[in-house]
């Protein structure tokens, strides 16, 4: 498709999820401006790039924060007042974040892929939506990287092995957050450090999916700079979990970002935390932070 000299350009989003009993959903939002229901886009700020834009305005709109993970598409029409308008998309996994009423959007829907082809108002977006597979999820792979939730503190932990150390109770509150984001991904592999507090971490996840959790030498807290880089690049094309210590995730980014993901956010590790690692474009990944939610 030829792209007008003189155009609008914009930026949207196809926000997806792998519902582990309905499949595949897309969020569509209704505008009570225009009576439509419609995917989420909007204009390029000065100075702004097309996939900023399109996450920003995403945000904006329906509240969630995402990590690109391709681009989808390019859609081009007219306006009324005959100025042609271009958006680019891509397909995007939410975060962070939740839907409120807001003045461009006021409703917003899960939908499998064939119900909310039926619903959208537009050709454009139904061609879009039809275009995603339905293995959309496994065609494209993405690494959850996961420091395990609070445990107490080491020095006053009564035990005399730490490899034991349980959850405290913020701990299991913010595995209540990890599991709620992380069990609409299409994750097929759990990979842990054999202590008991990563293996906590991931075990509601695991229960809700049905995935059974690997315990792994190269995730516990003595584990060689190698045998981290090793696992990652062997789960690299995959939809894996990797719940690990605050020694080790920060080996697991380093080795990502020496060959070639961009951190879009600033580093951070908090426990309870999750980095997402995904690929938006050929083999060109980002990697974005999701603080603890407790």
């Not at 042609?84 to 829907?109: A, H, L």
């Not at 299991?172 to 984001?181: D, N, P, R, S, Y």
């Not at 605050?246 to 993901?261: D, S, V």
Request: glycine share 8%; hydrophobic share 35%.
């Amino acid at each position: 498709m030829s792209q007008p000299t003189n155009h609008i350009a914009a930026g949207g989003g196809l926000i997806l999820r792998q519902h582990h009993r309905k499949g595949l959903q897309v969020l569509i939002c209704y505008r009570r401006r225009y009576d439509d229901w419609s995917l989420p886009k909007g204009k390029l700020d000065p100075g702004e790039g097309i996939l900023g834009a399109a996450l920003r305005e995403v945000e904006e709109e329906t509240g969630f924060r995402c990590a690109p993970i391709a681009h989808h598409g390019k859609v081009e029409y007219t306006l009324k007042s005959g100025t042609d308008k271009v958006v680019d998309y891509w397909t995007m996994e939410p975060i962070s974040g939740s839907f409120s009423p807001n003045d461009e959007i006021q409703r917003v829907k899960w939908l499998t892929l064939d119900d909310a082809v039926e619903a959208l108002s537009y050709k454009h977006d139904r061609r879009l939506v039809k275009d995603v597979s339905a293995s959309w999820a496994v065609d494209h792979p993405v690494l959850y990287l996961v420091r395990h939730a609070h445990a107490g503190d080491r020095a006053t932990y009564e035990g005399t092995d730490d490899t034991r150390r349980p959850l405290s109770v913020r701990g299991w509150a913010q595995v209540e957050g990890i599991t709620k984001l992380l069990h609409h991904r299409g994750i097929t592999r759990l990979i842990t450090s054999p202590y008991v507090r990563c293996f906590e971490t991931l075990l509601p996840l695991s229960e809700k999916l049905g995935v059974a959790i690997e315990p792994h030498g190269a995730l516990a807290e003595e584990a060689s700079y190698s045998d981290v880089a090793d696992l990652v690049d062997e789960v690299r094309g995959e939809r894996a979990a990797l719940c690990s210590h605050g020694n080790i995730i920060p080996a697991a980014l380093q080795h990502l970002e020496r060959t070639g993901t961009q951190m879009v956010d600033p580093f951070d590790c908090k426990k309870g935390s999750i980095w997402v690692a995904t690929t938006p474009e050929g083999q060109q990944t980002q990697a974005r932070y999701v603080p603890p939610t407790a």
